[in-house]
């Protein structure tokens, strides 16, 4: 990578984590949602041990909703303020995109450290093994790389429709449901549900399509950011 | 269609199913998966083709097909849900991959629409969802193909094809019924591309007659004499 790519999607980064710690509305959403999703699990099971493919199962749906709604606001937030004009003259597409996307890595993966630690924290899973954390955390990454790629795709997207808020949602959870396939996978595998190999294969398969959604995504975000 | 469905009648009980006679739901079932799959590969097809070129014929191509998808996937689940009935003794079974991974699908194709009918300009409702197409093309591929194939995911659905269980005079009638219905479906999609285009040459008809019917400045800008010779 050449260092003015280097430095444009550096600029970028910087740019958006400013912007959330001015604000703080993402992260603070976010967080906020993971605990109210632990607070309800242990309401609802009256705080009874609950399985690890359960609690996997429960995790993933509170980071789908989060990532929903939290991640596309960096596409449509530039457009209620009147500063996407300025950033397409500014930056290169391939440039805003993945500025945009590691910053939504980086928060989709602190919002699933912070809901897995309270899962694990707060809510009683039952396993067939003990937790492996390194599996666990892999489960985590992975996510955190599908979820970011697919997410920034669809706020640029929806970022100019009439009703971008409820559109985000609709277009981002069906392209995000067959992640949930792999990732209940190995999170469950990483409680100590399964089998281990079985967990493995799917976090490195929920890696490799983080992977690839992060490599065709400027492509196709280039062709919408353009116009 | 008459004839091939009466024709299916004619054939012996399936083998591989748990209620054999009842099995004959598939000779519409699997064409219409079939079909269904196609027409989302060829929605992408053209969604490239209209990011390359920008000619609005692919966008009109692109959104029928996705339209054609939308309704053989529809017809792929009910079909799927009634073989469920008769077949397993209940209408859905989330642990049955295909289905929901059929499900998936659909749920996809019907987001292009709310997608598309967001943008009141034609051409950035355009560009946008043929980008999404685009986007859903890996996810879309990943449920039809790859995941009732993982070892992890357990599929009720009987490999008959893949292990040649299939009775010959089965396969006979199964060519046929796919044949037909990938022919009515073409001739169904190519009316509804001819009709797209006829709409988008209303809507330019329209906002030509608008803009005619706008009062606007006299044609003859007639000189005005600047020296006081009256």
Known sequence: MSSSWRKEISALFVKEVQSELRGRSGLLNSLLFSLVTVVAVSLATFGHSISATFAAGMIWVALLFASSVALPRCFTLEEEQGTGDLLRLLARPHAVFWGKALYNLLLIFLVALVLGGLFLALVEIRGDRPVIPWLFLLSLLGAAGALAGAVTLCGALVAQAANRATLAGTISLPLLLPVLFLGVNGTRAGLGDGVLETGLTASIGLLCYGVASLAIGPYLFAAVWKH | ?230
């Open chain 2, 1 to 230: 269609m008459g004839g091939a469905t009466a024709w299916g009648f004619t054939a012996p009980p399936a083998k591989g199913f748990p209620r054999p006679d009842l099995a004959r739901i598939i000779f519409f079932h699997l064409p219409c998966a079939i079909g269904s799959t196609l027409f989302l590969t060829f929605a992408a097809y053209a969604s490239l083709r209209y990011l390359l070129d920008k000619k609005g014929d692919w966008d009109v191509r692109a959104s029928s097909a996705m339209e054609m998808g939308l309704v053989l996937s529809i017809l792929t689940l009910l079909t799927g849900m009634l073989f469920a009935r008769v077949q397993w003794g209940a209408w859905w079974d989330w642990q049955e991959v295909r289905m929901t991974s059929f499900l998936l699908v659909f749920l996809i194709v019907a987001a292009y629409f709310a997608l598309r009918s967001s943008f009141g300009d034609r051409t950035k409702g355009a560009q946008v969802s043929a980008i999404y197409v685009m986007a859903a093309l890996l996810p879309c591929f990943l449920l039809i193909f790859v995941a009732p194939r993982l070892p992890q995911f357990q599929s009720l659905h009987p490999d008959v094809i893949g292990k040649g269980g299939f009775d010959p005079t089965y396969n006979s009638i199964f060519l046929s019924t796919l044949t037909l219905v990938v022919i009515g479906c073409v001739w169904i999609y190519r009316l509804r591309v001819r009709a797209g285009k006829l709409e988008i040459d209303l809507e330019n008809l329209s906002a030509k007659l608008a803009d005619r019917n706008r009062p606007s400045a006299p044609r003859v800008v007639e000189p005005v004499p600047l020296s006081p010779e009256r």
